[in-house]
């Protein structure tokens, strides 16, 4: 059964630190690895995708690298902001339409 | 551009008590899921629909049925609610093609506070 953790469950950090998040999973034989944020009595936000092909995809600020070997994922959040406080939840897709989610890492960012 | 549209967002229920939970998408996905979110345990999913006309289970299935009504809309049904089935529901959907690189974005709703006694 596919096991992913997220460590370290919490993370505060000042305004302006990069932040690194990390996602790893047991089973390699994943088609797609996802972030995710999530706020405070909200649902889920998707941040971004990448196909098991792929080692990275970027958006912005964010980055988010992959080595399916090692069976790891890295989310990088530049120069932080205090809008980035959230939850972030990594989730790898290991068979047609069941993603495994990890319990998340809360991130808070300090002015 | 609203989404995915969850209601009740919030429900108190006696065990025993019956109640569905609706979502709706309009952005023509032909993917939906529930799912329930604990504490310290991630998501887990509970049923999916890969298109229209098919619901098939997901990991914690038992206790609820589901029904795929039309393109748009997935409804989750607690039969006879019981304490364990606390948790916050999320509906979510998603263009999803198997061979089809970049598909399976997930896109959820605001989610369902649901409390058994």
């Known amino acids: 059964k596919q096991e992913v953790t997220q460590i370290p469950a919490a993370l505060s950090v000042p305004e302006g630190e990069n932040l690194v998040l990390n996602c790893s999973f047991t089973?390699?034989?994943?088609?797609?690895l996802q972030w995710f944020r999530q706020d405070p009595g909200k649902g889920l936000t998707s941040l971004l995708l990448i196909q098991s092909s792929q080692r990275e995809q970027t958006s912005g600020r964010l980055n988010a690298s992959l080595d399916k070997s090692s069976g790891r994922s890295t989310l990088y959040i530049a120069a932080s902001q205090p809008g980035d406080s959230a939850t972030y939840l990594c989730a790898v897709e290991e068979s047609d339409y069941k993603l495994s989610f990890g319990a998340g890492t809360t991130v808070t960012v300090r002015a | 551009n609203a989404g995915v549209t969850q209601t009740p967002k919030f429900q108190v229920l006696k065990t025993g008590q019956s109640m569905t939970l609706q979502c709706a998408q309009d952005?023509?996905?032909?993917?939906m899921y529930w799912y329930r979110q604990d504490p310290g345990m991630g998501l887990r999913l509970i049923y999916y629909s890969a298109s229209e006309g098919t619901t098939d289970k997901g990991e914690v299935p038992n206790g609820y049925n589901v029904s795929r009504l039309n393109k748009r809309e997935f409804s989750l049904r607690l039969e006879s609610a019981a304490p364990s089935q606390t948790s916050v529901y999320f509906c979510?959907?998603?263009?999803?093609?198997?061979?089809?690189?970049?598909?399976?974005?997930?896109?959820f709703g605001e989610g369902s506070r649901l409390t058994v006694l």
């Open positions: 952005m023509n996905h032909n993917s």
């Open positions: 089973d390699s034989a994943i088609y797609n």
């Open positions: 979510a959907s998603s263009v999803y093609y198997r061979d089809v690189a970049n598909t399976g974005e997930l896109f």
